[in-house]
């Protein structure tokens, strides 16, 4: 039986997901460094060194997913682990602070087409990437999905008003990350009776392009729950949704 897992991290070529493939390729693991952008990706791979590969993977693009399922499958017949990470909180540029971009994401403020845009990658680009890749984490002895997700979207702390980040929940990326948490239950009650093991991680509010550096966690310490959760072993737990360290987080 192999020993080696294999593991696809998208969104890897920066912040969390550039971190989790470090600490996975640490581990022994080989990774595949999901990036949009091949060359960024192909430079993540390279400073992380032995054990990582880039891939390119646009999560909005079933073509560029087809293709990495394919070549995955050609190189090594089967998916150990899947690390769902890549995603996007605003279509802007600039450097609105998040408490910004919430005072102009409002539901009766948002734009239409950047929450579809939000959406495409942080809920339907989960799915995506959770059906090309099923069959090959079907081939898997010992499989285990990790959807990187955010305590934002638990519908149970945002209907509580003492909760901090209330007031920032709008349907742009906090209500996309409500749904990629739907999205992952749906996954889970259809892998409950399987040896696939899936689970549900928020890596906190880390300092990373996705809030433009405002994160009061580093990405070594917002990175650390993905990556225990992604080392867990076939006895571990499934059908968990925790933030650092091993702490539930409501739905």
Same mark, same amino acid.
């Given at each position: 039986? *192999?020993?080696?897992?294999?593991? !696809?991290?998208?969104?890897?070529?920066?912040?969390?997901?550039?971190?989790?493939?470090?600490?996975?390729?640490?581990?022994?693991?080989?990774?595949?460094?999901?990036?949009?952008? !091949? #060359?960024?990706?192909?430079?993540?791979?390279?400073?992380?060194?032995?054990?990582?590969?880039?891939?390119?993977?646009?999560?909005?693009?079933?073509?560029?997913? #087809?293709?990495?399922?394919?070549?995955?499958?050609?190189?090594?017949?089967?998916?150990? !682990?899947?690390?769902?990470?890549?995603?996007?909180?605003?279509?802007?540029?600039?450097?609105?602070?998040?408490?910004?971009?919430? =005072?102009?994401?409002?539901?009766?403020?948002?734009?239409?087409?950047?929450?579809? =845009?939000?959406?495409?990658?942080?809920?339907?680009?989960?799915?995506?990437?959770?059906?090309?890749?099923? *069959?090959?984490?079907?081939?898997?002895?010992?499989?285990?999905?990790?959807?990187?997700?955010?305590?934002?979207?638990?519908?149970?702390?945002?209907?509580?008003?003492?909760? *901090?980040?209330?007031?920032?929940?709008?349907?742009?990326?906090?209500?996309?990350?409500?749904?990629?948490?739907?999205?992952?239950? =749906?996954?889970?009650?259809? !892998?409950?009776?399987?040896?696939?093991?899936?689970?549900?991680?928020?890596?906190?509010?880390?300092?990373?392009?996705?809030?433009?550096?405002?994160?009061?966690?580093?990405?070594?310490?917002?990175?650390?729950?993905?990556?225990?959760?992604?080392?867990?072993?076939?006895?571990?737990?499934?059908?968990?949704?925790?933030?650092?360290?091993?702490?539930?987080?409501?739905?």
């Amino acid at each position: 039986m *192999p020993t080696e897992r294999i593991a !696809l991290v998208t969104g890897a070529n920066q912040g969390v997901g550039l971190e989790v493939a470090t600490k996975l390729a640490a581990n022994g693991v080989t990774v595949y460094v999901g990036s949009r952008d !091949l #060359a960024r990706g192909e430079a993540a791979a390279a400073g992380i060194g032995d054990g990582a590969t880039a891939i390119q993977l646009d999560v909005t693009d079933l073509a560029s997913i #087809a293709a990495a399922a394919e070549r995955i499958r050609a190189e090594h017949g089967r998916l150990d !682990l899947l690390v769902s990470n890549a995603g996007i909180s605003n279509t802007r540029t600039g450097s609105a602070t998040p408490d910004e971009m919430a =005072a102009s994401g409002t539901a009766s403020l948002a734009s239409l087409d950047e929450v579809r =845009a939000i959406w495409d990658v942080n809920v339907f680009g989960v799915l995506a990437v959770y059906q090309a890749m099923l *069959p090959l984490l079907r081939e898997s002895s010992d499989a285990r999905i990790v959807n990187v997700s955010s305590g934002v979207g638990s519908l149970a702390s945002n209907a509580d008003p003492s909760f *901090p980040y209330r007031r920032i929940y709008g349907p742009g990326y906090a209500a996309s990350k409500t749904a990629e948490n739907a999205m992952t239950l =749906a996954m889970m009650i259809e !892998l409950e009776d399987t040896d696939i093991k899936i689970n549900l991680v928020s890596p906190g509010f880390t300092s990373t392009a996705l809030n433009n550096f405002a994160g009061t966690e580093s990405i070594e310490e917002g990175s650390r729950e993905v990556v225990r959760v992604a080392l867990l072993g076939p006895d571990g737990p499934t059908g968990t949704f925790t933030r650092w360290e091993d702490a539930t987080i409501p739905w």
